[in-house]
């Protein structure tokens, strides 16, 4: 009776390695530059998990790693529309820095940065479509809504003690450029790759 487990074992296991599939892609970003690439795993019928790599390069530049969930609504991982939802950091740039904003009374600095990046959580959730040549070849578009923690204050305590309104008005100038940016709430991607 333990040799037939086994063997029943075994043999799901050897069914169930060889239907996984598993995709890299890439795409890019025109409206803020960027480049994404993208690994995915399938596994069973409808589910995948998977690693996005975002490398913006403009303004807030910096890179953005996000891990992703996916179930496919078609029974299919290599084709279909899909539901995901995502997780991850990134580590951006300030727009506005110590080359930018550096200030002295005569005698002393009274703005020193706190550091040159800060780093950003979140996540999404949206919708998309994957679609899978023969060949392999990969085609896929995601649409949905993200939601990412902003720049905190980067000036020192002298800086605000002297200048509050201008920290204010760069504070708030670093977050609504990060909004336009890598935190835009919505999201929208197409990729293309190969499936293996």
Do not use: C
């Not at 201008?166 to 670093?174: M, R």
């Amino acid at each position: 009776m333990k040799k037939i487990i086994l063997l029943l074992f075994i043999g799901s296991l050897t069914f169930n390695v060889s239907a996984q599939s598993n995709s890299v892609t890439a795409g890019l970003g025109l409206l803020n530059t960027k480049v994404r690439v993208q690994y995915e795993h399938g596994f069973g019928d409808m589910h995948s998990v998977g690693a996005n790599l975002g490398l913006y390069l403009q303004l807030n530049s910096g890179q953005r790693l996000e891990g992703f969930y996916r179930i496919y609504f078609g029974g299919d991982n290599e084709k279909g529309m899909f539901m995901q939802a995502t997780a991850g950091a990134g580590m951006f740039s300030y727009v506005f820095d110590d080359d930018d904003l550096l200030i002295t009374d005569g005698t002393n600095f009274l703005y020193s940065d706190d550091g040159d990046k800060f780093t950003s959580f979140g996540g999404s959730i949206g919708f998309g479509g994957k679609m899978t040549s023969r060949g392999g070849f990969v085609f896929e578009s995601t649409i949905g809504f993200q939601i990412w923690t902003p720049p905190p204050s980067n000036f020192n305590d002298d800086y605000l003690t002297a200048n509050p309104t201008y920290a204010d008005f760069n504070d708030a100038t670093n977050i609504a450029l990060f909004y336009l940016g890598p935190g835009f709430p919505l999201r929208f991607q197409m990729k293309f790759g190969y499936n293996f």
